[in-house]
């Protein structure tokens, strides 16, 4: 099993520039997490879905960040127009509907990205 | 992966030893709760979970308590070895039967060989 993959690793870009993340989940997996963390507000769940659906995105900061699941195996997170105040790791995770001895609540994460925004 | 840093609190252990970390949880409706252990430059790894309707968990080497009457979660980590060393985070689902987690802001623990 590959795990959940996250593209790029880093990413550097300057301020005004669009940036997108992209993540593969675990195959079978049909809930994805975008998740941010900073030494300053931890870890945070950004938005979720459930089969491709977004089922709760109040974590997103505001309009400028976007996030989009066209299947099962692909996901988008997109920061336009990019600030500074964006610099954080950005975690995807992916969970399963569990099974036996397996709980849904589970959450795999990613590598994770690191962008800084200059 | 980089963990929140210079703020964390942090729990220093010789080698062998039991460690024993703590996290409060805000919400009395939570039912179900997680620990995750977080390398340096890595993701979040599940450890072990527990549900409301439980007190105590074991599974290999860690054990999770649970006491709701005061919304504190412990996990415990016996024999504690070098590979341990890591940032720990708590995490409970604020909205019962949702997948979202919340996660605390973490312990670091620093095993001395």
């Known amino acids: 099993d590959a795990g959940v993959i996250q593209s790029p690793r880093h990413e550097v870009t300057e301020m005004g520039q669009e940036v997108t993340l992209r993540c593969k989940p675990i195959?079978?997996?049909?809930?994805l997490f975008w998740y941010r963390q900073t030494m300053m507000r931890g870890l945070e769940l950004l938005i979720y879905?459930?089969?491709?659906?977004?089922?709760?995105d109040s974590g997103m900061p505001e309009d400028r960040f976007s996030a989009k699941m066209p299947n099962a195996s692909f996901s988008t997170l997109k920061i336009q127009p990019s600030e500074p105040r964006d610099s954080a790791v950005y975690f995807c995770?992916?969970?399963?509907?569990?099974?036996?001895?397996?709980?849904?609540?589970?959450?795999?994460f990613g590598p994770g990205t690191r962008l800084t925004v200059t | 992966g980089e963990s929140v840093g210079l703020h964390l609190p942090t729990l220093s252990v010789q080698e062998g030893d039991n460690s024993i970390i703590n996290c409060a949880y805000s919400?009395?409706?939570?039912?179900?709760f997680i620990w995750y252990k977080q390398e340096s430059g890595k993701g979040p790894q599940f450890i072990i979970d527990?549900?409301?309707?439980?007190d105590k968990r074991q599974g290999q080497r860690v054990t999770v308590l649970l006491n709701k009457t005061v919304k504190h979660l412990s996990l415990q980590i016996a024999a504690t070895q070098p590979g341990d060393s890591a940032v720990y985070f708590c995490?409970?689902?604020?909205?019962?039967?949702?997948?979202?987690?919340?996660f605390g802001s973490g312990t670091r623990l620093q095993v001395q060989p």
């Open positions: 995770a992916s969970s399963t509907r569990g099974g036996v001895g397996r709980s849904s609540y589970e959450q795999y």
């Open positions: 195959s079978g997996h049909n809930s």
């Open positions: 879905f459930n089969n491709n659906v977004p089922i709760d």
């Open positions: 919400n009395s409706a939570s039912d179900y």
């Open positions: 527990i549900r409301s309707n439980m």
């Open positions: 995490a409970e689902n604020i909205v019962p039967g949702r997948r979202a987690l919340t």
